[in-house]
């Protein structure tokens, strides 16, 4: 029996499934339901599982784990028995098969969040490009700055500056603002952190 445990993301159009088999040895792999058509999804009987469910709108394929992104109203506790039936009926019938989950053709050149580039930039080039043109510009209104810290795996690290810096508001524009943008282009990030040290001294929460 193959094993796929779900586990909420914060942001709750996101949703992460641990699966205990390797579903590929490079990646990660994303692929939006609005880039892809009918005739590639024949091409993947997988990835046409998971876009046949409703709301699924994005998905994202790492070595032992998938990232589901969804639009629309179906909640989780129903699209995710959905999401971990259609994977477990699809790597078994793949592995019965001896078949890989994605076409190598298929295979987009998106990059793992430590170094490989997109687009001309790394991971870190970019998210830091949409904080300066996206996110900063905004801030800058009420005299802040937002920067980025560092870039580990699945986690973001932020740090605030200028009026950001031990604003009573940060929170709610750290979680109502910035997680939005970054999410929005990089739903496979599982957690935003604010290193800023609001309250003076050597910040706690950062090593």
């Not at 790492?62 to 969804?70: F, L, N, P, S």
């Amino acid at each position: 029996m193959i094993s796929i445990i779900a586990e909420p993301s914060i942001h709750e159009h996101i949703c992460l499934f641990h699966v205990d088999q390797v579903l590929t040895s490079s990646g990660p792999f994303t692929f939006k339901k609005t880039e892809l058509v009918d005739k590639s999804l024949q091409k993947a009987p997988f990835l046409k599982s998971l876009f046949d469910l409703p709301g699924v709108s994005q998905v994202m394929i790492e070595r032992k784990k998938i990232t589901i992104a969804k639009e629309g109203d179906e909640p989780w506790a129903l699209l995710a028995k959905k999401v971990g039936q259609a994977v477990r009926q699809q790597i078994q019938s793949h592995l019965d098969e001896g078949r890989p989950l994605i076409p190598v053709d298929l295979m987009p050149k998106v990059p793992d969040t430590k170094s490989t580039a997109i687009g001309g930039g790394s991971i870190k080039d970019q998210i830091q490009d949409l904080l300066d043109k996206e996110v900063n510009p905004a801030v800058a209104s009420h005299g802040g700055h937002i920067e980025l810290a560092d870039v580990r795996n699945d986690q973001i690290f932020l740090k605030m500056s200028g009026g950001c810096r031990g604003c009573s508001s940060a929170k709610v524009t750290l979680t109502q603002g910035v997680e939005r943008a970054i999410r929005a282009k990089f739903p496979h990030i599982r957690e935003i952190i604010d290193v800023t040290d609001h309250a003076g001294g050597t910040n706690p929460f950062y090593s």
